[in-house]
């Protein structure tokens, strides 16, 4: 009876040590990096992932969202992805080039699609899937394409005609299509990491900068900058990607289940995409720090006809086929 006794608290001891093992070694943890502020559609975005993923597991998937280059800068959170130190990335469209798929660039394009309505039949038609498809030979999984917005330019002197870049040393994205934009006006390109402009504007490291309205604004770079020229000459989106290996792991319960938050996590992004940046553009027009530049029809059609070069330039490098694709789908005509 004792010997029974014994054994029995011995089989609940054992048990009762080895149930929070089992309910740790059941969560799944993904780290979520990115490299703009918490407020804008990225950054609201990826918050709405997290609770919609932690909730629909109930607890199976906690996911940890890093903001502002937290963890890792521009130039180092894909290889991070890579390597599995991250599972999660909402990287700009600029970056894939780096990586070999520089069909992406086409989303550099300056003036390529005229507004939110152009760019989804690209997002969400068959060109875009096509896109996605190519990063799975890198080892990474493309779950959609997040919107942030269309590009103002911004510096310390009024830009409204295309002479008015000459000379200009200013920020990009490491691509070599907006290499090109900026050269095809005079301006002298400078690759910067996101996290480092606002100290470069600030100390007249460069002398200015693209950008969606919400980036401009979260960033406080109005602050350091005298004129925000509206051109909407450029998009800036995103691409979500996961470690390959690491979805492809997951119990598929688990993973159908993050799908489905991540639908609605794009969907969330895209439609509030358009309503954050006009509410940035116009706190940055109440701050009275920026003096705010509308550009006429004629105006933004020269700054086209001139930008158009990068298109030439960049069509061998991106991929004609691809390109004509989109053209296809959105009306340019070059």
């Not at 703009?36 to 918050?47: D, L």
């Not at 992406?104 to 300056?110: N, S, T």
């Not at 602050?223 to 792991?249: D, I, M, P």
Request: charged letters at 25%; proline letters at 4%; glycine letters at 6%.
């Amino acid at each position: 009876m004792k010997l029974d006794r014994c054994l029995k608290f011995l089989v609940i001891t054992v048990v009762a040590l080895t149930i929070p093992h089992m309910a740790q070694a059941e969560e799944i943890l993904i780290k979520f990096s990115h490299v703009v502020a918490q407020q804008t559609p990225k950054g609201q975005a990826a918050e709405y992932f997290k609770k919609l993923a932690e909730e629909r597991t109930a607890g199976r998937v906690k996911v940890e969202v890093y903001p502002n280059s937290q963890l890792f800068k521009d130039k180092e959170e894909m290889e991070a992805l890579q390597m599995g130190s991250v599972q999660m990335l909402a990287p700009s469209l600029a970056k894939f080039g780096p990586l070999g798929l520089k069909e992406f660039e086409a989303f550099d394009l300056p003036f390529i699609f005229d507004d939110f309505d152009d760019l989804h039949k690209v997002t969400q038609g068959p060109v875009g899937v096509k896109l996605l498809k190519k990063l799975e030979t890198k080892g990474l999984i493309g779950l959609g394409y997040w919107d942030n917005g269309f590009k103002v330019m911004s510096a310390n002197k009024p830009i409204r005609n295309v002479e008015d870049f000459k000379g200009l040393k200013m920020r990009i994205q490491s691509s070599k299509v907006l290499d090109s934009e900026m050269r095809s006006v005079g301006a002298i390109p400078q690759v910067m990491a996101f996290s480092e402009v606002y100290q470069a504007l600030q100390t007249g490291v460069v002398d200015g900068t693209e950008n969606p309205p919400s980036n401009l604004y979260t960033q406080k770079m109005h602050e350091v900058q005298k004129y925000v020229t509206v051109s909407r000459h450029g998009y800036l989106g995103y691409a979500v990607l996961v470690n390959k290996k690491f979805w492809q792991g997951l119990p598929d319960d688990i993973r159908t289940t993050l799908e489905g938050c991540m639908k609605e996590a794009t969907d969330f992004a895209n439609s509030i995409a358009k309503e954050d940046n006009a509410k940035a553009l116009a706190a940055v027009k109440d701050s009275g720090r920026s003096e705010i530049i509308t550009l006429t029809p004629e105006e933004r059609a020269a700054w086209r006809k001139a930008m158009n070069k990068a298109h030439l330039d960049n069509m061998s490098r991106i991929g004609a086929d691809i390109v004509k694709e989109i053209y296809a789908e959105t009306g340019y005509k070059p």
